[in-house]
């Protein structure tokens, strides 16, 4: 009896193991964006930027080449290296406190621009990497480590919707949310990615994936219970969809 | 290629072009718009890319990323402006990615004025930004100068993979003066295998980050770079010295300070008093040969600068004890006169034409 394979590792990532959390979903998005970037056969001409965030390193595990930004300024540093090298792919990887908080100018500005770049953002409602403080997206009544009686509207804002207020920029072409919460949101979300690089080719404007995902860690919760939470509590305050689709179709 | 009259700030845009500086990320800020202006207009027509970011924190970062690349990239700005370039330009550092940096200083602190000043001496010369480092930091005093060290600057950017500072001040923006712009005679060859422009055709990823988890991992990457430092101040040592010979009393000035201390120093020696100039080119690394050689025979120095007093730290240093250092200093944007300097030379060095004259 032959053996048939039915899983292969992507060409997409490097073999070095991460370093994340169990349960938590950065490595799951890291995959999808691997696979994409194979599929599409674009790894050799592909360079991505690496944002401060849980996600640092990733840098060592996309198989492509690489660039480390500062904190907040992923979109600036993409910016820089598209308008030098138009016909690469050029992509960040970005958590909500990196994009949503210290780094809103530089994605809002790169929307405006249109700059023909991917944006991956990853939206966990939290600060994973030092240690479960309040992200911007964190939810009204979140408990994290600078809220410790849960968020309060009065004195710490309301959550930012990213996706929905780039969509309201001329110059984002494809703005998509989605989850990581199951397999068919995971096949969804691969789709999406696949698109935002798809947008980026034909050149139509700045492309984003905003990927609501897990930080068990720093929730307090269990793999599991944090990917009801994903479901239960993120999704009803930021709905999944697309936002902006310039290319049309789906 | 014959002289051609131009304002400073657009002397040493065209320069960074004859530099074959293609790529330019910046915001506008007095007293240095012209050179933004310049570029905005010029580089199109030399196949480049002008692009003005929302803030001087993006330009520097869209300079990181096109450097990242391995291209000749520039970015300008003045103080205020300046300051918000020094996380940017500590992550180029630490990174090791070239880049010329312009700051056409002005009065602070805060948002002072748009006059000149050099006020930025210690944000440029001692690390300004967080972590381990220094950075070649150039001062022209005239617009010609303006011109050799833009090209200079370029080469000794790629030559250590590292950012470079060219420092003036509005004065030396504003004025005009005429410059000859000389071909470059041929294109020096840098390595540039280490840009990360996609794996085509080269192997594995290549990845430019200033990230080093473990201590001892980052303690050899900071010796690699003090080593490179150290070679920095080996040879990249600028200066320029005029009439030191027989000096009694030396000034010490950059910039545009050190034209206006030059007519003053003329004028002292049409009285007699034998006063000399050390001329500082490059601020990091601060030349240390013209004090060695001049300190154990010198009466003292003068440190005279549009600031505080700032350089005079390095001067002390320089001077090692072996002589007094004095200072004269305006802040706040105002120039020091010809006549202040000559003052100050007749107060410190007066003594010694009074000696002279009644032969003691
Ligand atoms: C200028 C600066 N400020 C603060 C930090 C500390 N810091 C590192 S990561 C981070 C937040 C990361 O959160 P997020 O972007 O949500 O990513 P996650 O870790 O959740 O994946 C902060 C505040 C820093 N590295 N640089
Ligand atoms: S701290 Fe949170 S975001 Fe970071 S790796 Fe762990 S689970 Fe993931």
């Not at chain 2, 330019?24 to 310049?38: C, D, K, M, N, R």
Request: hydrophobic fraction near 40%; aromatic fraction near 8%.
């Amino acid at each position: 009896m032959s053996m048939k394979t039915v899983f292969e590792r992507t060409t997409g990532l490097t073999e070095k193991p991460t370093h994340y959390c169990p349960g938590c979903t950065h490595g799951l998005i890291h995959r999808l964006v691997g696979e994409v970037l194979e599929e599409m056969d674009i790894l050799e001409d592909t360079i991505g930027v690496a944002a401060v965030g849980c996600s640092v390193l990733s840098y060592e595990y996309f198989n492509c080449d690489m660039t480390q930004a500062a904190h907040g300024r992923a979109p600036a540093v993409a910016t820089g290296i598209k308008r030098v090298l138009p016909n690469r792919f050029i992509f960040t990887y970005q958590g909500d406190g990196d994009l949503a908080s210290i780094g809103i100018s530089e994605i809002i500005h790169a929307a405006a621009r249109g700059e023909k770049i991917t944006v991956i953002f990853v939206n966990n409602a939290i600060y994973g990497m030092t240690g479960g403080q309040m992200a911007p997206t964190s939810l009204i009544g979140q408990k994290t480590a600078t809220t410790p009686d849960g968020r309060n509207a009065s004195v710490q804002g309301l959550p930012i919707r990213v996706s929905e207020m780039l969509a309201t920029l001329d110059g984002s072409a494809y703005i998509e949310r989605v989850s990581t919460h199951d397999v068919p949101h995971i096949l969804k979300a691969k789709k999406a990615i696949r698109k935002a690089f798809e947008t980026q080719k034909q050149g139509l404007g700045l492309s984003l994936v905003e990927v609501l995902s897990t930080c068990p860690t720093n929730w307090g919760l269990d793999p599991h219970e944090s990917l009801d939470w994903v479901r239960d509590a993120m999704i009803p305050v930021y709905p999944l969809g697309v936002y902006k689709n310039e290319a049309g179709g789906n | 290629m014959g002289k051609v009259l131009m304002k400073g700030n657009e002397v040493l845009a065209e320069a960074a072009v004859h530099a074959d500086c293609r790529y330019y990320f910046g915001y506008p800020i007095t007293p240095q718009s012209e050179l933004v202006a310049y570029m905005a207009r010029r580089l199109p027509e030399v196949g480049g890319l002008f692009l003005q970011a929302e803030s001087e924190i993006a330009a520097i970062n869209m300079v990181y990323g096109a450097a990242s690349t391995g291209v000749r990239v520039m970015t300008s700005s003045s103080s205020p402006g300046f300051s918000l370039k020094q996380e940017g330009i500590s992550y180029l550092v630490g990174s090791e990615l070239p880049a010329v940096i312009v700051n056409i200083v002005r009065g602070g602190p805060g948002l002072g004025n748009i006059q000149p000043a050099q006020s930025d001496y210690f944000q440029v010369t001692k690390g300004g930004g967080h972590g381990d480092y220094h950075i070649p930091v150039l001062a022209p005093s005239t617009l010609q100068e303006i011109v050799d060290l833009t090209m200079d600057a370029f080469d000794i950017a790629d030559k250590y993979r590292s950012p470079v500072i060219i420092m003036g001040d509005g004065m030396l923006g504003q004025m005009m003066e005429p410059v000859e712009f000389k071909e470059k005679v041929e294109s020096k060859q840098f390595d540039k295998s280490w840009a990360t422009t996609g794996t085509r055709g080269d192997g594995g990823p290549k990845i430019i980050t200033s990230l080093e988890l473990d201590a001892d991992s980052l303690e050899k990457r900071n010796t690699l770079l003090q080593k490179k430092f150290a070679e920095m101040k080996e040879q990249e040592v600028r200066y320029e010295t005029y009439c030191t010979e027989d000096a009694d009393y030396i000034i010490v000035a950059y910039g545009t300070v050190a034209r206006i201390a030059m007519n003053a120093i003329n004028k002292a020696r049409e009285t007699g008093l034998k006063i000399g100039l050390i001329r500082p080119i490059s601020l990091w690394p601060f030349p240390e040969k013209p004090f060695e050689e001049t300190r154990k025979r010198v009466k003292g120095y003068i440190s005279v600068e549009m600031s505080a007093g700032q350089m005079i730290e390095d001067v002390r240093l320089a001077v090692n004890g072996h002589a007094p250092v004095d200072f004269y200093g305006r802040t706040g944007g105002v120039v020091p006169t010809q006549e202040e300097i000559y003052e100050k030379i007749i107060t410190v060095a007066g003594g010694l034409k009074y000696e002279h004259e009644n032969g003691i």
